[in-house]
Structures are given as structure tokens and as C-alpha cells.
């Protein structure tokens, strides 16, 4: 009996994970200025790069944790975390230098460095299912209040069109689906129910 509580326990607690494909491209304009264009435009790129760095991160983790932890990371350490990066109306002049700049972050620097540091985040639950919309809940109650929340949905009649889909639990952090086309009634059911919701870069978080 005690083996198989041991084991419903785990399963519970452990984290579901499905396959991902986190979106870890950014672009954005950078223009600086210095002693000669060269300069400038090294200061631009590497302002670049740390921008996309913090604003790409900060889709499947807390803002403020990604801003504090990478000021501490050398201009070196971050290059390290880069996988491809391109430049569009790139502008040079004697002393100044403005570009687009697209980069992309390399996953696997990037989770070593997430997970070194200890930072939740929702990197792995990030999955592909074409037209289902991500949703990510930040839950004091944990399990518990995930199984409430999951209650109050279906006694709301809403459960079964919605279509949810667990797709990790991590300490407080939730990762779901909902089919998406439904996304305007979750959001609508979540804050009669007394939730706060956001919806930004396709993606809709829900914390109380």
C-alpha cells in the first residue's frame, strides 16, 4: 500500500513534460554612439543581445529574477548564449551606428543557464499544438488550488470546450492548454472567477 501511495504521490508532483519548442528569437533597434563607428557599433550589438536576452527569457519566466541574474553576466558569458543573430537597416556614420538586430538564443546554454541559476520556469512546458494557446498559471495553493480551479471551470460548464490540457505542475507554476479559439472565454470565465489575466506575446498568464 505504501509503495503504491509512493508512486500516485510521484506522479502527481512530478513534472509533465511534452515536446517543446519555445520561441527564443527577438528583435530589436538598437543606436549608439562612441569615439568611432566601430565602437559603436560593438556597444550596439552587445546592448542587443543582452535586450533580446532578458525579453525572450522573460516569456517562460519571472521579468525581474532574468533582469537581476543576467546584469551579473559579462558581455563574453552572454555571447555564449546566442545561436544565430542578423542585421537589417544597418546605418553606420563616423561615430554612430543604429541596426535591426534579430537574434536568437541557443536552448541549450540557455536551460544549462536557467537551471544553474535556479530559476522557475516554464522553458519545458512550451509545446506545439498548432492552434491550442499556451496558458501559464502562477498558483500559491499549488496541486490543490490547480484541482479547485480545475472544479470551479467545470461546475462553470466551461471545462469540456475550453479543452484543457495539463501540461506541467512545478511548485507553484502551471503549465496548460486551452484550445484557441476559446481563448476569449477562458480569459472572460478566469476573471469572473477572481483571477487576474494577461495576454502578451501569445501567451495568457493567470496568477491571483
Known sequence: MKKVLFIVCCLLFAPFVVSAAP???????????????????SVAMSSARRQVFNRVLARYAERGVIDMLSAEMTDSQLLNMIGTSSIANERISATAYSANVTVTLDRTSVERWLRDNNVPNYMEAVDDFGTRAQVFFQIAGGLREWAAL???????????????KLSSIWGHNVSA???????????????????????QDGIVRVSR
Not at 533597434?29 to 559603436?40: L, Q
Open 23 to 41: 520561441n527564443l528569437t527577438d528583435t530589436v533597434y538598437v543606436e549608439h554612439t562612441a569615439e568611432t563607428a566601430t565602437a559603436a557599433k
Open 150 to 164: 480545475t472544479r470551479d471551470l467545470r461546475e462553470a460548464g466551461v471545462w469540456r470546450e475550453l479543452d484543457v
Open 177 to 199: 492548454t486551452i484550445a484557441g479559439g476559446r481563448k476569449p472565454m477562458f480569459i472572460r470565465e478566469m476573471r469572473r472567477l477572481g483571477w487576474n489575466v494577461s495576454d
